[in-house]
C-alpha cells in the first residue's frame, strides 16, 4: 500500500489531496498522533493562530494601499517598512495560507495571471494606514483600500512542498520498516522513530514540537544559504553589489531557520526596494519582493 502510494504521487497520478487522504490510512496504521494532526490540518484547512502551521504556508505577500486625495485623485503605493517599524513585518508581509490543499491546488488552476490579489478587510486597512497617518493629513489624503499581491509560483511551492514532504515522510518510514503494510509492531522503540520521521520530515530540525530521542532523521535543506544562482538573479533585478554583500551577510549570519532572519531580510529589502523607488526603477520592484519574499 505504501509503495504504490509514494509511486502514485510521486509521478502526478493523483493530486496532492488524494495522496494526503490516501496517507490517513497508514497514520491510523502507525498511530501517530502528529502525522494525523498534520493530515487533517492540510485537508480541511489551518487555524489562522495555529502556532504549529508550518513556514511553507506563510507566504511573503505584499501589501498596497489606495489612497484618495481632493478632485478625485488616487494613488496605490506598496507597504515600504523602516527599520523602526521592522517588527511589524511579519503581520504586515507574510500572508497565512489557512485554505485546505485542495481548494489551493484549485485557485491555482483557476488563475489565468501570475498574481492575485486579496483585498484587505477593513480592520486590517485602517491598521496599515495608521503607518501614514502624517502624509495623509498632510496632503488631505484618506486611504479606504488595500489588497495583498499573491504570486501564483507561491501557491504552486505550498502545493510542491506538501507533496514533497508526504512523499519522504512515506519513503523514510517503508525503509525504516519495510513490513510497514502487514508486520509493523507497535512499541515505544517503534513509536520514537516513526515520531522523529514525522516531525524532521514536516517541521525540520527546528520544529516547534517536543520530539523524543531517537533515531534522527535531518531534513536535508534547513539551513541552506542563498546559492549563486539566486545572487544572479538579484543582480539582474537591480539588485547593487553593496546590497547583495549586505545580504550575503545576513544570509551567512542567519541561516535558513533561524529566529530573527525574516526580520533582517525584510529590513533588507525595504532599504533596496526604497532606494530603487528614489532612482525612479519601479518596474522590477514587484519580482524582487516576490524572489526575495521565498528566500526567506
Same mark, same amino acid.
Given at each position: 500500500?505504501?509503495?504504490?502510494?509514494?509511486? %502514485?504521487?510521486?509521478? %502526478?497520478?493523483?493530486?496532492?489531496?488524494?495522496?494526503?487522504?490516501? $496517507?490517513?490510512? +497508514?497514520? #491510523?496504521?502507525?498511530?501517530?498522533?502528529? =502525522?494525523?494532526?498534520?493530515?487533517?490540518?492540510?485537508?480541511?484547512?489551518?487555524?489562522?493562530?495555529?502556532?504549529?502551521?508550518?513556514?511553507? #504556508?506563510?507566504?511573503?505577500?505584499?501589501?498596497?494601499? @489606495? $489612497?484618495?486625495?481632493? =478632485?478625485?485623485?488616487?494613488?496605490? =503605493?506598496?507597504? !515600504?517598512?523602516?527599520?523602526?517599524?521592522?517588527? /511589524?513585518?511579519?503581520?504586515?508581509?507574510?500572508?497565512?495560507?489557512?485554505?485546505?490543499?485542495?481548494?489551493?491546488?484549485?485557485?491555482?488552476?483557476? &488563475? @489565468?495571471?501570475?498574481?492575485?490579489? +486579496?483585498?484587505?478587510?477593513?480592520?486590517?486597512?485602517?491598521?496599515?494606514?495608521?503607518?501614514?497617518?502624517?502624509? &495623509?493629513?498632510?496632503?488631505?489624503? !484618506?486611504?479606504?483600500?488595500?489588497?495583498?499581491?499573491?504570486?501564483?509560483?507561491?501557491?504552486?511551492?505550498?502545493?510542491?512542498?506538501?507533496?514533497?514532504?508526504?512523499?519522504?515522510?512515506?519513503?523514510?518510514?517503508?525503509?525504516? =520498516?519495510?513490513?510497514?503494510? *502487514?508486520?509493523?509492531? &507497535?512499541?515505544?522503540?517503534?513509536?520514537?522513530? $516513526?515520531?522523529?520521521?514525522? @516531525?524532521?520530515?514536516?517541521?525540520?530540525?527546528? *520544529?516547534?514540537?517536543?520530539? $523524543?530521542?531517537?533515531?534522527?532523521? @535531518?531534513?536535508?535543506?534547513?539551513?541552506?544559504?542563498?546559492?549563486?544562482?539566486?545572487?544572479?538573479?538579484?543582480?539582474?533585478?537591480? !539588485?547593487?553589489?553593496?546590497?547583495?554583500?549586505?545580504?550575503?551577510?545576513?544570509?551567512?549570519?542567519?541561516?535558513?531557520?533561524?529566529?530573527? #532572519?525574516?526580520?533582517? !531580510?525584510?529590513?533588507? /529589502?525595504? #532599504?533596496?526596494?526604497?532606494?530603487?523607488?528614489?532612482?525612479?526603477?519601479?518596474? *522590477?520592484?514587484?519580482?524582487?519582493?516576490?524572489?526575495?519574499?521565498?528566500? &526567506?
Amino acid at each position: 500500500m505504501i509503495n504504490e502510494l509514494i509511486t %502514485d504521487i510521486a509521478y %502526478d497520478k493523483i493530486t496532492v489531496s488524494q495522496g494526503l487522504t490516501r $496517507a490517513k490510512l +497508514i497514520a #491510523r496504521q502507525i498511530k501517530n498522533d502528529t =502525522f494525523k494532526s498534520w493530515l487533517n490540518k492540510e485537508l480541511n484547512g489551518y487555524d489562522y493562530e495555529d502556532p504549529l502551521m508550518p513556514e511553507y #504556508r506563510k507566504i511573503w505577500a505584499e501589501i498596497h494601499l @489606495t $489612497a484618495e486625495f481632493p =478632485f478625485g485623485r488616487t494613488q496605490s =503605493f506598496p507597504v !515600504v517598512l523602516s527599520d523602526e517599524q521592522r517588527d /511589524l513585518g511579519e503581520l504586515l508581509n507574510h500572508h497565512r495560507v489557512v485554505e485546505p490543499i485542495a481548494i489551493v491546488e484549485q485557485n491555482i488552476g483557476q &488563475m @489565468t495571471e501570475a498574481k492575485a490579489y +486579496i483585498h484587505l478587510n477593513g480592520g486590517m486597512v485602517q491598521t496599515v494606514s495608521e503607518l501614514y497617518k502624517d502624509q &495623509m493629513q498632510q496632503y488631505q489624503g !484618506v486611504i479606504r483600500s488595500g489588497q495583498r499581491t499573491i504570486g501564483k509560483a507561491q501557491l504552486t511551492n505550498i502545493v510542491e512542498l506538501t507533496k514533497q514532504k508526504l512523499i519522504d515522510t512515506l519513503q523514510d518510514l517503508e525503509e525504516q =520498516f519495510p513490513d510497514l503494510d *502487514n508486520k509493523y509492531v &507497535m512499541n515505544e522503540e517503534n513509536d520514537k522513530k $516513526a515520531q522523529n520521521i514525522i @516531525t524532521n520530515n514536516i517541521y525540520g530540525n527546528n *520544529n516547534p514540537l517536543n520530539v $523524543a530521542a531517537g533515531e534522527n532523521i @535531518t531534513q536535508g535543506d534547513i539551513n541552506l544559504t542563498i546559492n549563486a544562482q539566486e545572487v544572479e538573479k538579484l543582480k539582474e533585478l537591480g !539588485v547593487d553589489d553593496v546590497a547583495l554583500e549586505e545580504l550575503q551577510t545576513i544570509d551567512k549570519e542567519n541561516p535558513k531557520g533561524s529566529e530573527g #532572519r525574516k526580520g533582517k !531580510v525584510a529590513s533588507w /529589502l525595504g #532599504r533596496v526596494t526604497a532606494s530603487m523607488t528614489a532612482k525612479g526603477l519601479y518596474e *522590477n520592484i514587484p519580482e524582487l519582493v516576490e524572489f526575495v519574499g521565498n528566500l &526567506m
